[in-house]
């Protein structure tokens, strides 16, 4: 901490100026002490009934994007996360949308061309983990503005999964929605689901 501001992992949180409010809840969660001091995170004890936690690990697709901590701080999200467990494997894939591996967006005012990007890297981050897109069970796309793109939208997606032969389809929702940036037009996170391969 410095000059009452706290740095946790890159979040700022400017101490002197919180709400009573925020300062009880920081309190209750154990960042503060009830005289102000920042204190150290102490893990929980481990309760030998119950079970062991699912191991997690992030996924990364670095030669297509960055991870949104690098350069939209603060931002505290990893691109997806892998869990293993019981010879399953499942992936949960962030909100991802047309940004290049330096952290812009690219293709601004093209919403086919993002759309596409998108898909691309999605398509990274699932080959990183050994997986594709017959190992989706579930996208939720968000489009900046659903009532003038969502036939395109629809098109290029109907387009993508025919070509690579999908049967059955993800489930799916779209939603229009503001995203993170103005120049993002389309958004899609997903979760894939599958038998554990070996050599990953």
Request: charged residues 25%; hydrophobic residues 40%.
């Amino acid at each position: 901490m410095t000059d009452g501001v706290l740095s946790i992992e890159g979040l700022l949180i400017d101490l002197r100026r919180l709400t009573d409010g925020e300062r009880d809840e920081l309190c209750k969660l154990g960042i503060l002490s009830s005289g102000g001091q920042v204190l150290d995170y102490v893990p929980p004890e481990a309760d030998a009934s119950q079970a062991a936690p699912i191991a997690k690990r992030a996924i990364r697709a670095p030669e297509v994007l960055n991870e949104a901590y690098h350069y939209a701080k603060p931002s505290s999200f990893s691109r997806g996360v892998r869990l293993d467990f019981e010879g399953t494997t499942v992936l949960f894939i962030s909100g991802t949308a047309s940004v290049d591996e330096e952290g812009k967006t690219v293709h601004v005012g093209d919403f086919g061309a993002q759309c596409w990007r998108t898909y691309r890297n999605i398509t990274s981050l699932l080959q990183a983990e050994g997986a594709t897109w017959h190992d989706v069970a579930k996208t939720t796309c968000y489009l900046r503005d659903i009532e003038r793109d969502y036939d395109l939208f629809n098109r290029i997606r109907t387009s993508f999964l025919t070509w690579m032969g999908l049967n059955p389809l993800p489930a799916s929702v779209g939603v229009q929605t503001r995203l993170c940036r103005e120049d993002l037009l389309v958004e899609i996170e997903a979760i894939a689901i599958f038998r554990t391969r070996s050599g990953k």
